[in-house]
């Protein structure tokens, strides 16, 4: 047992330093690279809110204009898969202006829908036939790039790149030679889906709509060995 215990030791004793020596025989080096597109898809978050002096009064009132609502925008050719009810919410509402116990005035009914549309092209025309339907409510739209996985593949084969063009610099400023890979790590992809918040004063004003352009972005950190 103890002649066992002095080879293990005379190992570690070894290889210590041969791994601090690999060590500073490596160059690590951070690659970036950016993809600009253009997004192919918009989310929009548009509602019916409807008053009245009863819970069901209020109910009712916005269940017959959210009918009309989701008429009109299934007539637009959006799918039944693209709309999705986010948000339904029925609210007392009571007289802020009384001292004392508050007067209840009514209810207030709020129901949301976040719909999905594929063509940007039709997100203006979709919006005038919701609002004109009775779409009284909107807290926003996202546009987004529905190919961001492949579009970020190429962008990390180009911070890959990018990563050992800087450490050739390195390796011939320090008189040696780039060596094999030793570790990749990704620290940036897919910035969040932007979103663009507009009143629905702006919406009624047939305000031109511009999705512009998104810019993916890849982050990696590469360490190669050196040869000297």
């Known amino acids: ?9 005379a190992v570690m004793v070894v290889c210590a330093p041969v791994m601090a020596l690999a060590a500073d025989r490596l160059v690590s080096v951070t690659g970036e690279a950016t993809v600009s597109v253009a997004p192919d898809i918009a989310v929009i978050r548009i509602g019916v809110g409807s008053l009245g002096k009863t819970a069901r009064e209020a109910s009712d009132a916005n269940a017959k204009q959210m009918t009309a609502v989701l008429a009109a925008i299934r007539g637009a050719g959006i799918a039944d898969r693209d709309v999705q ?11 802020p202006n009384k001292g004392g116990t508050a007067r209840l005035l009514g209810f207030q009914v709020t129901n949301q829908l976040t719909i999905r ?3 940007i092209d039709s ?6 036939r919701a609002i004109a339907a009775g779409a009284n409510e909107m807290s926003g739209i996202e546009f987004i790039v529905s190919e961001q996985s492949k579009l970020l593949d190429q962008a990390r084969d180009d911070a890959v790149a990018d990563a050992r063009r800087k450490a050739e610099l390195y390796a011939k400023a320090a008189g040696a030679s780039l060596g094999p890979v030793v570790a990749i790590t990704e620290e940036g992809a897919a910035p969040p889906v932007r979103p663009m918040v507009q009143s629905m004063q702006a919406m009624r004003a047939a305000v031109p709509v511009a999705p512009g352009e998104q810019m993916l972005r890849a982050v990696v950190t590469v360490s190669f060995e050196l040869k000297h």
Request: net charge neutral; charged share 20%.
């Open 1 to 9: 047992m103890a002649t066992m215990v002095r080879l293990l030791f």
């Open 85 to 95: 009810t986010s948000r339904l919410s029925l609210q007392p509402q009571y007289d």
């Open 117 to 119: 549309i594929r063509d």
């Open 123 to 128: 997100l203006p025309t979709i919006l005038d």
